[in-house]
C-alpha cells in the first residue's frame, strides 16, 4: 500500500518568515495531495491540495508544488505568523474513484511554532 | 452546504466495557464515510471505510467494528474495550463517485480508556 514520509517532524520559525515542509509518497497511482492544519484539540482542516496534473498551486500565502518524477510535494508558507502555528499533515490519495474510494494514507505530522 | 456531526465529544471508559461512537452527516446523499484514528495527537490511522449502507471495509486487524445502518450514520463500536483504543477517533465524509477527492472531517470524539 501507500506509504507517505514527512519532514521536519518539528519546525521552529519567527513571525515573517517563510516555512516549507515537504512530503514523499511511494505509490505512483496516487494522484491527489491535500494538506490539512489542525490545531490542539480541533479536528484536521484541509488547507490547500493539488492533483497530479497541476505542478503547483497557490493560495494568497500558502502554495504546495508537486514533483511527480521524484514522489515528493511540498507544502510553502510565506510571511509566517504566530496563528499558523498548528500540526501540519500532508497526505495523498488515488481520489473516489475505482476501488480507492478516497482513502487518504496520511504522513505523521509537523508540529509548526512560528515565534512572534 | 454539508456538515458532520461526532458524539459524544469526550468519553472516559474502563477497560472491557462496549464502546459505541456515531457519525452522521447531513447535505448530501451517498457519501463516502470513514473512520480514523489518532493517538497521541499526531498521524492518522484510517480504521474502517464505507461506500454504501451496510458495507464496511477494514483497513487494520483490531479490536474496533463498524457499522452503517443507514446512508448518512456511521457507527464505530467494541465489545470489549482496551487501553490502546485511546486516543481521538475522527469521522470523514467525501463525495462519491469518480473525479471527486477532498475529505472532510468531523469534530471528533477523545476517548480514554482506563
Known amino acids: 500500500g501507500e506509504n507517505v514520509e514527512q519532514h521536519p517532524s518539528t519546525l521552529s520559525v519567527q513571525e515573517g518568515d517563510s516555512a516549507v515542509i515537504k512530503c514523499t509518497y511511494s505509490?505512483?497511482?496516487?494522484?491527489?495531495f491535500p494538506w490539512y492544519k489542525q490545531e490542539l484539540g480541533k479536528r484536521p482542516q484541509l488547507i490547500i491540495d493539488i492533483r497530479s496534473n497541476v505542478g503547483e498551486k497557490k493560495d494568497q500565502r500558502i502554495a504546495v508544488t508537486l514533483n511527480k518524477t521524484a514522489k515528493h510535494f511540498s507544502l510553502h508558507i510565506t510571511e509566517t505568523q504566530p496563528e499558523d502555528s498548528a500540526v501540519y499533515f500532508c497526505?495523498?490519495?488515488?481520489?473516489?474513484?475505482?476501488?480507492?474510494?478516497?482513502?487518504?494514507?496520511f504522513g505523521q505530522g509537523t508540529i509548526l511554532t512560528v515565534h512572534p | 452546504s454539508q456538515t458532520i456531526h461526532q458524539w459524544p465529544a469526550t468519553l472516559v471508559q474502563p477497560v472491557g466495557s462496549p464502546l459505541s461512537l456515531e457519525c452522521t452527516v447531513e447535505?448530501?446523499?451517498?457519501?463516502?464515510l470513514y473512520w480514523y484514528r489518532q493517538a497521541a495527537g499526531r498521524g492518522l490511522q484510517l480504521l474502517f471505510y464505507?461506500?454504501?449502507?451496510?458495507?464496511i471495509s477494514s483497513e487494520v486487524p483490531q479490536n474496533l467494528s463498524a457499522s452503517r445502518p443507514q446512508d448518512r450514520q456511521f457507527i464505530l463500536s467494541s465489545k470489549k474495550l482496551l487501553l490502546s483504543d485511546s486516543g481521538f477517533y475522527l469521522c470523514a465524509w467525501s463525495f462519491p463517485g469518480t473525479g471527486t477527492y477532498e475529505q472532510y472531517f468531523g469534530p471528533g470524539t477523545r476517548l480514554t480508556v482506563t
Open positions: 497526505a495523498a490519495s488515488m481520489g473516489a474513484g475505482g476501488t480507492s474510494y478516497g482513502k487518504l494514507t
Open positions: 505509490d505512483s497511482a496516487s494522484n491527489y
Open positions: 447535505g448530501t446523499s451517498n457519501p463516502n
Open positions: 464505507s461506500v454504501g449502507i451496510g458495507q
